[in-house]
């Protein structure tokens, strides 16, 4: 009989929170922006503010908090390898956020090279959050592809934008 190998605890530990922070917060405020502008967007007629709200929410909130959560709820047990060199976290999340700021501003500015410039930034980000070990079998497999899927959506989602806005 086969046994079952030891089921993975869903504990991040105190380093790895620590390394989640400035996305957290850099997400939770992509949101409360996106809410800001959606509710000023219709009083003050500005035609592109529902899609800049949608784009801070869904892109600067909500993509970048599952990026960051989900590598690090992927992190091997009892290791503190995550993809990412040292604790040398912040620049990702800073290219993140300029990238995201960088792709509002393209379209707004009707400037396809900002647009293509923030692309690029966010498909940068997206390749370094790759998951680097998938088991072969059991629930972390399902996890790891289901991640894997996300990130391969977003890259899909950037390309289709970066279409869009050669309109």
């Known amino acids: 009989m086969r ?17 989640a922070w400035p996305f957290l917060i850099a997400a939770a405020g992509s949101v409360v922006a996106g809410g800001l502008i959606s509710a000023m967007s219709g009083p003050l007629g500005w035609q ?30 009892g290791s503190e390898h995550t993809g990412w060199i040292g604790s040398a976290i912040w620049p990702y999340c800073g290219l993140w956020n300029l990238a995201t700021l960088l792709v509002i501003g393209g379209t707004l500015a009707s400037s396809f090279a900002l647009v293509l410039i923030g692309s690029f930034g966010l498909l ?44």
């Open 124 to 167: 940068t980000v997206l390749a370094v959050f790759w998951p680097t070990r998938v088991p072969k079998v059991g629930a972390q497999r399902g996890w790891h592809v289901s991640y894997q899927l996300f990130l391969v959506f977003m890259a899909l989602s950037t390309g289709v934008g970066c279409v869009l806005a050669l309109r």
């Open 48 to 77: 592109h503010g529902p899609w800049a709200a949608a784009y801070l929410v869904l892109v600067g909130g909500v993509a970048q908090a599952v990026l960051i959560v989900g590598r690090l709820v992927l992190t091997p047990e």
């Open 3 to 19: 046994q079952s190998a030891k089921p993975r605890t869903w504990v991040i530990t105190a380093q790895q929170r620590q390394r």
